[in-house]
């Protein structure tokens, strides 16, 4: 006996893209169901070989939903996820609203599985934030080994991550470089295209932007609130894929081969790493694919066990919607067991 999954925010880059990975991974769904606003009534959704009608969150009943996925920003979540929730279904949350909640589950299944038991005392599990997601699923197995003190991240993040508006004007400020056209910045503070903004989300009052606090305290959430992490994360024009360039200090000395041999070993991660050739992925080469990314293995010698590593990831993919739907896959494996 399958599942019944809802797909809230079916029409977005995250919803078209958990959609596909519910098709890809063979989730035992009975039926799947597009939802959206009201302005999507009528537009279809891919699933696999079928079209989907998508559906006005605002009309849908979720008695008898088993699952819903929700990717359509923190203010359907924060109104729509608790109704779901009180009607007996599970909501795996894509947006920041339930992230920090003590009775929420943060859950990165190759790195903390087990929280997800925690889902009943809200019926929702939250889905961290794209950047923190790769961080944390190459930080883990080295955490384990190690014991990280440490972390000083620089993010180069696609411009996917800020949704459809942010690529088309990733898209049509290139064009307008290439044809001599005015740029005028409307969706991000800044040109774009050929350059980089090192500002995503607002800034807070210690000079710190919303998405390098979400870095900071979704880590010490997810990983161990004992590590110490500074973020600095920039836009890039790039469509899809997120890198970024992680220090590391650790407790006990780790050396660069033993760090390649752990991070081969562990789950959801693909080292490539032979820089005499020219062996280290970037951004456009992981689109599509599920692994979180690890090259550049190093040590770094100015302090005391130190490495540097680059990662890299799809963050449509691992950073959203895999993540979720691997998530979902862990409750029924484990805590919403269906009778045959």
């Known amino acids: 006996m399958g599942y019944k999954i809802a797909v809230v925010g079916a029409t977005g880059n995250v919803g078209r893209e958990m959609l596909n990975v519910i098709d890809e991974r063979q989730f035992p769904a009975d039926e799947v169901v597009a ?76 790195v903390n599985a087990g929280a997800v038991a925690g889902f009943a005392k809200k019926n929702i599990i939250a889905n961290p934030n794209c950047s923190t997601v790769q961080m944390v699923v190459a930080l883990k197995p080295l955490h384990d080994e190690a014991t990280i003190k440490r972390v000083v991240v620089a993010t180069y993040q696609s411009a996917s991550g800020a949704g459809k508006e942010a690529m088309d004007e990733l898209f049509n400020q290139t064009r307008a470089v290439f044809v001599n056209d005015p740029i005028v910045p409307q969706f991000f503070p800044k040109q774009i295209a050929f350059n980089v903004i090192p500002h995503i989300a607002d800034f807070m009052e210690d000079g710190y932007t919303e998405e390098e606090w979400k870095m900071m305290a979704e880590t010490k959430k997810i990983l161990d609130p004992a590590i110490k992490l500074t973020a600095t994360c920039v836009r890039v024009p790039v469509f899809v894929g997120h890198a970024e360039a992680i220090n590391i200090e650790f407790e006990k000395p780790i050396s660069a081969a033993r760090a390649r041999h752990v991070l081969r070993e562990a789950p959801g991660i693909m080292v490539l790493d032979r820089p005499e050739d020219d062996s280290y992925i970037t951004p456009v080469e992981c689109v599509g694919d599920d692994a979180t990314f690890v090259s550049r293995i190093r040590v770094d010698a100015t302090i005391d066990n130190g490495l540097s590593i680059w990662v890299v990831s799809d963050n449509l993919r691992k950073g959203a919607a895999l993540n979720a739907v691997q998530i979902a896959e862990v409750l029924i494996n484990h805590h919403l067991k269906k009778a045959a």
Do not use: H
């Open 35 to 110: 939802l959206a606003s009201t302005r999507s009534i009528g537009k279809k959704a891919a699933f696999g070989k079928k079209i989907l009608k998508v559906l006005a969150l605002d009309q849908y009943d979720f008695k008898g939903t088993d699952i819903a996925l929700f990717s359509a920003g923190s203010d359907v979540s924060r109104e729509w996820a608790p109704k779901a929730a009180a009607a007996g279904c599970v909501v795996i949350d894509n947006s920041s609203c339930f992230r920090m909640d003590p009775a929420v589950p943060l859950v990165v299944p190759e």
